[in-house]
C-alpha cells in the first residue's frame, strides 16, 4: 500500500495576526468564516497542477501558516477565474485573497527563484505605469529575458507568426498626459504609506526573506 | 443613433486588434456609435492586481474619471479583463471607504473626478439587451446556416459578478448566434478558464485549460468557437504548435462574435480582420444572400 503524503505544520511556524492582517483587506473580510468545505478546490480549474489546493490555502492563512502559504505556488497558479469565489458558501472572495497574498510574496521577495509569474506582475506594473500602456509582446520579451529567457527561444515562431498578421506593434506605446497619471501615483503612494502605517505597522518581519 | 464612450484597453490596439477592427463597423451598421476616451491608460488587469490592489483600482478609476468627462450615458469595454477590472474598481469605491479615499485623493492630484456611477458595459450585453435581437435579425444579409459554433464566453464576463447573465451557464451569445443563423452546439465549458496569462508565463497548466476547451468544442463537432475577450481568443488560436506536441493537434478556428456578425451582415473578410487569426476559418457553407 501507497503511504499517503502529510503535511506536518508545527506551531512554531504560525506568525499570530497573521490572519487579522488579511482579514483586514478590502475583500477579504470574510476570511474567518471558512467551514474547510472544499468547494473551491473541487470547482477550481486549476487545482490539479497547485502544491496545496485553495482550501488548504485558506486553511492556512487562517491558522497564521504564512510562510507555507506565500511560498506555495498555488498563489501564483491561480488564473483568477473566480469560479470558486462565486460556489463559496460562505461567500468568502478566494480570488481576492489570493491576489493578496501574491502582493504579500513580492513585498517580501519570498516567491520561488525565476518563477515567471511574479516578474510578470511586476513588469506589467512598471510599464503600465512609466507608459500608461501596455505593449503585450515588448512585455513579454523583457519578461522572458528577465526569468526564464530560454524559453524565449521557443517563442520566436510565436513572435513571427504574429507579426505576419500585423499582431505584433513594434513601437511602445503610450499615453500622452503622463504627468497627469505620475502625479496621481504620487499622491497615492503618500495615502498609502500612511495606510501601511496605520494597518500594517504591527505585521512581523518576513521570515527567511531572500528567494 | 447612440453613442457610447469606449474603452478599448491595450489588446486590441494590439494583438487582439481583429476585435476592434469587428467591433466598430458593426456596431455602424447597427446605428452605434463609440466615442474613444482620449488618452485612456491601461486598466490594470489581473497582473497589476497583484501587485497592489489599490493602485490597480486607481489606474482604472482614471478612466472611469474620464468617461464621466464625455457626456455619454454608458462605457463600452469589449476585453473581459477591463470590463472586469473597471465594474471591480467601481464595487471598492461603493465598498471601502479606504479605497474609494485613495482614488479621490489620486485623482484630485490629477485634476481629475470620478462618481463611480456610470455603468461600464460589455458589447454583448449591449448588442443582445439594448439592441435587441429583432434588430439584428433585420440585419443579417448572409444567414450563416450551417455553420456549428461553439459559444466561449470565458470567465471575467460572467464572475464574480454577474451583471447581466448566469455565472456559469450563460445564454446570452446563444441566442445572438441563432439570431446570426448560426447552429450553436450545446458547450458544457462555456465559462471554464482559458487559463488566462499563464499560458505564457506556466505552459504546463496554463495550455492544458486552452487544450480541454479545444477539445470540447471538436468533441461536440463544432467548425469554430467564438470568443468575446482578446485573451482567451489569443490563448485558444495561438498555441496550437506547442498543444499538438504536448497532447495531440486540436486544430479548430476561434474568432471575435462581432467577426460572425460582420459575416451574418456580408461585409469583406479582410476588413473584419479574419486573416489575423492563426487558424484559419473554412470558406463558409454556400448560402445565397438574401435579396
Ligand atoms: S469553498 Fe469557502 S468555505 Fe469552503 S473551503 Fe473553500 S473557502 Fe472555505
Ligand atoms: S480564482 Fe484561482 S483559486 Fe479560484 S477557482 Fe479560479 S484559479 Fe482556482
Same mark, same amino acid.
Given at each position: 500500500?501507497?503511504?499517503?503524503?502529510?503535511?506536518?505544520?508545527?506551531?512554531?511556524?504560525?506568525?499570530?495576526?497573521?490572519?487579522?492582517?488579511?482579514?483586514?483587506?478590502?475583500?477579504?473580510?470574510?476570511?474567518?468564516?471558512?467551514?474547510?468545505?472544499?468547494?473551491?478546490?473541487?470547482?477550481?480549474?486549476?487545482?490539479?497542477?497547485?502544491?496545496?489546493?485553495?482550501?488548504?490555502?485558506?486553511?492556512?492563512?487562517?491558522?497564521?501558516?504564512?510562510?507555507?502559504?506565500?511560498?506555495?505556488?498555488?498563489?501564483?497558479?491561480?488564473?483568477?477565474?473566480?469560479?470558486?469565489?462565486?460556489?463559496?458558501?460562505?461567500?468568502?472572495?478566494?480570488?481576492?485573497?489570493?491576489?493578496?497574498?501574491?502582493?504579500?510574496?513580492?513585498?517580501?521577495?519570498?516567491? $520561488?527563484?525565476?518563477?515567471?509569474?511574479?516578474?510578470?506582475?511586476? /513588469?506589467? @506594473?512598471? &510599464?503600465?505605469? #512609466?507608459?500608461?500602456? =501596455? *505593449?503585450?509582446?515588448?512585455?513579454?520579451?523583457?519578461?522572458?529575458?528577465?526569468?526564464?529567457?530560454?524559453?524565449?527561444?521557443?517563442?520566436?515562431?510565436?513572435?513571427?507568426?504574429?507579426?505576419?498578421?500585423?499582431?505584433? $506593434?513594434?513601437?511602445?506605446?503610450?499615453?500622452?498626459?503622463?504627468? /497627469?497619471? @505620475?502625479? &496621481?501615483?504620487? #499622491?497615492?503612494?503618500? =495615502? *498609502?504609506?500612511?495606510?501601511?502605517?496605520?494597518?500594517?505597522?504591527?505585521?512581523?518581519?518576513?521570515?527567511?526573506?531572500?528567494? | 443613433?447612440?453613442?457610447?464612450?469606449?474603452?478599448?484597453?491595450?489588446?486590441?490596439?494590439?494583438?487582439?486588434?481583429?476585435?476592434?477592427?469587428?467591433?466598430?463597423?458593426?456596431?455602424?451598421?447597427?446605428?452605434?456609435?463609440?466615442?474613444?476616451?482620449?488618452?485612456?491608460?491601461?486598466?490594470?488587469?489581473?497582473?497589476?492586481?497583484?501587485?497592489?490592489?489599490?493602485?490597480?483600482?486607481?489606474?482604472?478609476?482614471?478612466?472611469?474619471?474620464?468617461?464621466?468627462?464625455?457626456?455619454?450615458?454608458?462605457?463600452?469595454?469589449?476585453?473581459?479583463?477591463?470590463?472586469?477590472?473597471?465594474?471591480?474598481?467601481?464595487?471598492?469605491?461603493?465598498?471601502?471607504?479606504?479605497?474609494?479615499?485613495?482614488?479621490?485623493?489620486?485623482?484630485?492630484?490629477?485634476?481629475?473626478?470620478?462618481?463611480?456611477?456610470?455603468?461600464?458595459?460589455?458589447?454583448?450585453?449591449?448588442?443582445?439587451?439594448?439592441?435587441?435581437?429583432?434588430?439584428?435579425?433585420?440585419?443579417?444579409?448572409?444567414?450563416?446556416?450551417?455553420?456549428?459554433?461553439?459559444?466561449?464566453?470565458?470567465?471575467?464576463?460572467?464572475?464574480?459578478?454577474?451583471?447581466?447573465?448566469?455565472?456559469?451557464?450563460?445564454?446570452?451569445?446563444?441566442?445572438?448566434?441563432?439570431?446570426?443563423?448560426?447552429?450553436?452546439?450545446?458547450?458544457?465549458?462555456?465559462?471554464?478558464?482559458?487559463?488566462?496569462?499563464?499560458?505564457?508565463?506556466?505552459?504546463?497548466?496554463?495550455?492544458?485549460?486552452?487544450?480541454?476547451?479545444?477539445?470540447?468544442?471538436?468533441?461536440?463537432?463544432?467548425?469554430?468557437?467564438?470568443?468575446?475577450?482578446?485573451?482567451?481568443?489569443?490563448?485558444?488560436?495561438?498555441?496550437?504548435?506547442?498543444?499538438?506536441?504536448?497532447?495531440?493537434?486540436?486544430?479548430?478556428?476561434?474568432?471575435?462574435?462581432?467577426?460572425?456578425?460582420?459575416?451574418?451582415?456580408?461585409?469583406?473578410?479582410?476588413?473584419?480582420?479574419?486573416?489575423?487569426?492563426?487558424?484559419?476559418?473554412?470558406?463558409?457553407?454556400?448560402?445565397?444572400?438574401?435579396?
Amino acid at each position: 500500500m501507497k503511504l499517503k503524503k502529510r503535511i506536518i505544520q508545527y506551531e512554531a511556524e504560525r506568525v499570530v495576526g497573521f490572519a487579522d492582517e488579511i482579514r483586514n483587506v478590502p475583500g477579504c473580510e470574510e476570511l474567518r468564516s471558512c467551514i474547510q468545505c472544499g468547494t473551491c478546490s473541487g470547482v477550481c480549474p486549476l487545482s490539479t497542477y497547485m502544491d496545496y489546493s485553495p482550501r488548504q490555502i485558506i486553511g492556512m492563512v487562517q491558522s497564521g501558516f504564512k510562510d507555507k502559504a506565500l511560498r506555495s505556488h498555488t498563489i501564483w497558479l491561480c488564473a483568477s477565474c473566480y469560479s470558486c469565489a462565486v460556489e463559496c458558501p460562505r461567500k468568502i472572495r478566494i480570488t481576492d485573497i489570493m491576489y493578496e497574498l501574491k502582493q504579500r510574496a513580492i513585498q517580501e521577495r519570498i516567491y $520561488p527563484r525565476r518563477f515567471p509569474i511574479p516578474i510578470l506582475a511586476q /513588469e506589467f @506594473n512598471k &510599464m503600465a505605469q #512609466t507608459h500608461g500602456r =501596455v *505593449t503585450e509582446n515588448v512585455l513579454a520579451a523583457i519578461m522572458f529575458l528577465k526569468s526564464t529567457w530560454w524559453t524565449a527561444f521557443g517563442m520566436w515562431r510565436l513572435g513571427l507568426g504574429l507579426m505576419r498578421r500585423g499582431r505584433f $506593434p513594434l513601437h511602445l506605446e503610450s499615453i500622452k498626459r503622463k504627468d /497627469e497619471l @505620475n502625479r &496621481m501615483l504620487k #499622491t497615492l503612494d503618500k =495615502v *498609502t504609506i500612511d495606510m501601511l502605517h496605520d494597518e500594517r505597522g504591527k505585521g512581523e518581519p518576513a521570515r527567511g526573506g531572500g528567494r | 443613433m447612440t453613442t457610447y464612450s469606449y474603452f478599448p484597453g491595450c489588446s486590441l490596439k494590439g494583438s487582439g486588434r481583429a476585435y476592434e477592427e469587428s467591433l466598430l463597423p458593426v456596431l455602424r451598421a447597427l446605428d452605434v456609435e463609440l466615442e474613444e476616451l482620449d488618452d485612456w491608460n491601461c486598466c490594470g488587469a489581473t497582473a497589476y492586481m497583484a501587485v497592489d490592489e489599490v493602485r490597480a483600482c486607481v489606474i482604472a478609476s482614471r478612466n472611469l474619471a474620464l468617461a464621466e468627462k464625455l457626456s455619454h450615458k454608458e462605457l463600452l469595454a469589449p476585453c473581459n479583463a477591463c470590463y472586469l477590472v473597471l465594474n471591480k474598481t467601481q464595487h471598492y469605491m461603493k465598498e471601502s471607504p479606504s479605497v474609494q479615499g485613495a482614488i479621490q485623493k489620486a485623482l484630485k492630484a490629477g485634476g481629475l473626478t470620478c462618481k463611480g456611477t456610470q455603468p461600464v458595459r460589455h458589447p454583448l450585453d449591449v448588442i443582445v439587451n439594448t439592441i435587441g435581437l429583432d434588430a439584428i435579425r433585420k440585419r443579417v444579409r448572409r444567414p450563416l446556416t450551417g455553420l456549428k459554433v461553439a459559444p466561449y464566453y470565458g470567465c471575467q464576463i460572467v464572475r464574480p459578478y454577474a451583471t447581466f447573465d448566469d455565472q456559469y451557464n450563460p445564454t446570452t451569445m446563444d441566442r445572438l448566434l441563432e439570431a446570426l443563423g448560426c447552429t450553436v452546439v450545446p458547450f458544457p465549458l462555456k465559462t471554464r478558464c482559458c487559463g488566462g496569462s499563464l499560458t505564457g508565463t506556466l505552459p504546463e497548466p496554463g495550455l492544458h485549460c486552452s487544450y480541454l476547451i479545444l477539445k470540447e468544442a471538436l468533441r461536440r463537432q463544432a467548425d469554430v468557437i467564438a470568443t468575446v475577450c482578446p485573451l482567451c481568443q489569443f490563448n485558444l488560436d495561438s498555441y496550437h504548435d506547442k498543444i499538438a506536441g504536448k497532447w495531440g493537434a486540436v486544430r479548430i478556428p476561434t474568432v471575435y462574435m462581432t467577426q460572425l456578425m460582420g459575416l451574418a451582415f456580408n461585409m469583406n473578410e479582410r476588413e473584419l480582420g479574419l486573416y489575423r487569426g492563426f487558424i484559419p476559418m473554412k470558406p463558409l457553407p454556400a448560402s445565397k444572400p438574401a435579396e
